[in-house]
């Protein structure tokens, strides 16, 4: 009991499915989940019902400002993300933001401002997979040479092949400004995941972006879905590898994952939540890490998940998820002062830094996509002038303002 006192009192932004997989895993690693936030009223008074959260409300600054809150999770749509996490570290409060750092650079640069602005505040994004122990042991054998240096990693090759990420409803999964499609929603993800793996940043990116799914049964007239549903898309990176990359929604109620990196050593590969090995000369590939974990072990959890609200996170991002709690735990637990904190179990989890670094990739996929050409990455230090042309007018006419 004493062990749950210490850890910090949580604030939830958002009343999706994924919201009510994420507070039950929150209850299990010992944390409080004091109040929650929904665009709309009565959507976020029925999510803290089912979910038994004492507080309820659809203004932000309710939540913020309420002292049994310590740690903020956004689970809300993207255009919220900045916005919320800057008012949030502002405040004092810890942030855990889901992918992906809001809807542009601009936005993801006031988030890593914020950040630097209060060092001692936790403030990290939802690459989950960053702790799935497959790729946990993965990146382990690379950083140990397994595949031989950094310089002799030649190939990345990622495939995910899984069913609709809309709802049976328009919203704001339909729309690519929004932060919708699989670019934001999956591709986020991998582009972590990889520059995680690798040690290394992409330089420059060629990428297909595509909407095939226009309209559905119950999204149709004048209702029209821009978000996209495949994704194709190359990364040279700053060591020399060469990553492949292919997203694809179209396979309804199945979902294959696999990430193979090769080098001159070999190469590893990770299908679902399983390593496998191969070392140049060996007969055959072996297996370097099995997920026996199983999710009969977590029974309690599971159980008190809505089941369709389980569906909707594949079972390595959950597992990853599941990880990420821990280490948040394992965090905050040796401190006594509930705000107080170590960095070395989440010193992996993705920095805002790293939420700016994939905002930067996606911007430049889509430019790409458009213009159908090779474009270099460009990370932006400081925010685009909202009118060029008036400020390149008053320089000319020397008027101070």
Request: with cysteine; proline share 4%; glycine share 8%.
């Amino acid at each position: 009991m004493l062990t749950i006192k210490m850890l910090p009192g949580i604030g939830v932004f958002g009343t999706s499915n994924v919201v009510k997989v994420v507070v039950p895993f929150l209850r299990e690693k010992g944390f409080k989940v004091e109040a929650i936030w929904g665009r709309a009223l009565k959507e976020a008074e029925e999510v803290a019902k089912e979910l038994d959260i004492p507080f309820s409300t659809n203004k932000i600054d309710d939540v913020l400002l309420r002292k049994d809150v310590d740690l903020i999770f956004i689970i809300c749509s993207p255009n919220l993300h900045a916005q919320i996490s800057v008012k949030a570290l502002g405040i004092g409060k810890h942030v855990l933001c889901d992918k992906p750092a809001g809807l542009c650079q601009s936005e993801a640069l006031k988030m890593v401002r914020a950040s630097q602005y209060y060092p001692s505040l936790i403030s990290i994004v939802n690459h989950s997979l960053r702790f799935l122990p497959a790729f946990t042991q993965m990146r382990k054998a690379i950083l140990d040479g397994f595949l031989g240096s950094e310089d002799d990693i030649t190939i990345c090759d990622v495939r995910v092949q899984m069913g609709s990420l809309l709802h049976d409803h328009y919203d704001w999964l339909c729309d690519d400004t929004m932060g919708g499609g699989v670019l934001t929603l999956v591709g986020s993800h991998v582009i972590d995941l990889v520059s995680h793996l690798l040690s290394q940043r992409a330089i420059r990116v060629h990428g297909v972006v595509r909407t095939f799914t226009k309209t559905t049964k119950e999204i149709n007239g004048i209702r029209r879905i821009s978000s996209p549903d495949f994704c194709s898309f190359q990364m040279e990176m700053s060591g020399g590898a060469l990553v492949t990359v292919t997203l694809n929604n179209h396979l309804p109620g199945i979902f294959n994952q696999e990430v193979i990196v090769c080098g001159k050593g070999g190469h590893l590969v990770v299908k679902g939540g399983d390593l496998y090995s191969y070392k140049s000369g060996s007969a055959k590939e072996e297996v370097m890490y099995l997920d026996v974990e199983d999710m009969q072990k977590y029974g309690n959890i599971y159980r008190a998940i809505n089941p369709i609200a389980a569906n909707v996170i594949p079972k390595p991002y959950m597992k990853g998820l599941f990880k990420m709690m821990g280490a948040l735990r394992e965090a905050f637990l040796p401190v006594e002062d509930k705000r107080g904190w170590v960095k070395e179990p989440v010193a992996s989890a993705a920095t805002f830094e790293d939420g700016l670094y994939v905002q930067a990739v996606i911007d430049a996929l889509r430019k790409s996509s458009a213009n159908r050409e090779w474009v270099k990455i460009t990370i932006i230090t400081e925010e685009p002038d909202p009118n060029p042309l008036l400020s390149a007018a008053v320089r000319r006419s020397g008027i101070s303002l």
